[in-house]
């Protein structure tokens, strides 16, 4: 590993980012937009991680709400039923950093209480008291932080998406959080930022961004990127349904990881690794001394 390549410090864990890093999703949710109701049960969801880990899933990302456009907001207290056992049950059992994917204060201080070592902010801590928790978190638990780029909020972000230039926009966002983060004393070691692919961007929009990725890339600090079963692969593959995007997402990850990402939110966890692998040994300049 190069001596300058970052660490992204997940609570207990270290997860080396010289190479791109896949997070495997665990929607323990009934309605997600491409495997809801599949992990309701814990002994499913648990099932789910350890074939995840067991085809290279580095971190899980367990999320119990979803986000997908029009998605009618989760009371807490369902959010806490989905997603805090299954949380203590996989931290009991397997040995990787485990994330939450919730906008939701109170349960990004009840999952690190169980054992998240990230917290994925689908909002960027913009809720009253997310920032506070979060950050709480990350300076007394050393838990990483993911802020995301949305337009708008899940029920309303497809209506009429705009920017004058999507890249600049969102770049602009991010730095905005990672400089509110870093005032709130949040080590650079446990931040990540996502750009937001289908969060408030038309087609035109997610493309803009997608080829955008080495700018983003260029602050400096990891970014995390998920375009898995996401409605841009299907437009972009003559509307290809949900249930077949499998393959232009693991296409879409090696091209993400190409272009700087170095954490990859994907559901088939298996294809991407293949994906990733193949790069590895076959890229042009060999790899030579990236490790
Ligand atoms: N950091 C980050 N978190 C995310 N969480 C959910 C989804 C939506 O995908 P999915 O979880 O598969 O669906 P749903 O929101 O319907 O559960 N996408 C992202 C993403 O792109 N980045």
Do not use: W
């Amino acid at each position: 590993m190069p001596t300058d390549a970052p660490v992204l410090q997940c609570g207990g864990h270290a997860l080396d980012l010289g190479q791109p890093r896949i997070m495997g999703i665990l929607n323990v949710t009934p309605d997600s937009f491409s495997d809801g109701g599949q992990y309701a049960r814990v002994e499913d969801a648990l099932t789910r991680a350890r074939a995840m880990v067991a085809e290279g899933a580095e971190i899980l990302d367990v999320g119990g709400e979803s986000t997908r456009p029009g998605a009618a907001p989760v009371a807490l207290e369902d959010e806490r039923q989905r997603v805090l056992p299954v949380i203590e049950a996989l931290r009991a059992e397997l040995d990787v950093p485990l994330s939450v994917d919730t906008m939701k204060p109170e349960m990004m201080r009840e999952a690190v209480a169980v054992g998240a070592g990230m917290l994925n902010d689908v909002n960027g801590f913009r809720a009253e008291g997310a920032l506070a928790v979060a950050m709480g978190a990350a300076r007394e638990r050393g838990v990483a932080l993911c802020a995301m780029h949305m337009q708008g909020d899940p029920q309303s972000m497809q209506r009429a998406p705009h920017y004058d230039d999507v890249v600049d926009e969102v770049r602009a966002f991010l730095e905005q959080r990672v400089a509110e983060l870093l005032r709130g004393g949040v080590p650079r070691g446990q931040i990540l930022l996502d750009p937001g692919f289908g969060f408030g961007k038309t087609l035109e929009h997610n493309v803009a961004l997608f080829r955008g990725l080495p700018r983003l890339a260029a602050s400096g600090l990891p970014l995390l990127v998920g375009v898995s079963r996401k409605s841009m692969i299907g437009q972009l593959l003559d509307d290809r349904p949900v249930a077949e995007r499998d393959p232009g997402s693991a296409v879409a990850a090696l091209l993400a990881a190409q272009a700087g990402a170095r954490v990859l939110r994907v559901h088939d966890v298996s294809a991407t690794r293949d994906a990733l692998a193949l790069y590895s040994a076959l890229r042009p300049d060999g790899g030579d001394g990236q490790d």
